[in-house]
């Protein structure tokens, strides 16, 4: 069976819904590294974390926070978990003003995968971008497509390189969309 693969992105042409923050501690401080969701592994133990909302309205079933920050409502976050339990770790969070549970999602696995001659465009830091320290790394991947022989039995997982990516692969998305999930979007890759 030949598998498909999606970026699995918040739908931001949904009205009225809401946008949320950055993610902060109980202490109501923004933690310390908010880009840490997306680096593709298993994160220690933050306590209970709270996200504020930029701006309210409808709570969504998927959403992202800043930094890139999935937050999945319980439900979402149960059927990741059963999905795919080795690549997936929920983080609970408040989120201002909702009772329900929610949780951060992070994808635990960094996949080297980006197939760079097949992808729209590709673009990677050069020495006249003034940034040695981001020579050679990816700057920008727009029309990204993946090798699927890379990939594996991988079901959840960010590509190595362009960690904002989330993929899903097509029975997860299809889960997602038979739940009636909430703010999904997904573009095949």
Same mark, same amino acid.
């Given at each position: 069976?030949?598998? %498909? ?16 923050? #950055? @993610? #902060? ?9 908010? $880009? ?15 996200? @504020? ?10 959403? *992202? ?19 795919? @339990?080795? +690549?997936? *770790? ?25 197939? +760079? ?7 990677? $830091? #050069? ?14 991947? %727009? ?16 590509? %190595?390189? $362009? ?21 999904? +979007?997904?573009?095949?890759?």
């Amino acid at each position: 069976m030949v598998r %498909r693969y999606f970026d699995l992105s918040d739908d931001m042409t949904i009205p009225g819904r809401w946008v949320l923050g #950055t @993610p #902060t501690d109980a202490q109501g401080r923004e933690v310390d590294d908010p $880009w840490m969701f997306y680096r593709g592994q298993q994160l220690p133990d933050l306590g209970r974390l709270k996200l @504020p909302m930029d701006v309210p309205g409808r709570a969504l079933d998927f959403s *992202q926070a800043a930094f890139a920050a999935p937050v999945v409502h319980a439900r979402v976050a149960s059927a990741l978990t059963e999905l795919a @339990p080795e +690549e997936v *770790q929920t983080l609970p969070v408040e989120i201002e003003g909702h009772p329900e549970p929610f949780f951060i999602l992070v994808a635990t696995q960094l996949i080297q995968c980006i197939d +760079e001659r097949a992808s729209r465009h590709v673009r990677k $830091w #050069t020495p006249e971008d003034g940034r040695p320290e981001k020579l050679g790394k990816y700057r920008d991947v %727009r029309g990204m497509r993946i090798d699927p022989a890379q990939v594996g039995d991988a079901k959840i997982f960010r590509p %190595r390189g $362009w960690a904002i990516a989330l993929i899903v692969r097509d029975d997860i998305k299809e889960a997602l969309e038979h739940m009636g999930a909430t703010g999904t +979007e997904f573009e095949e890759v």
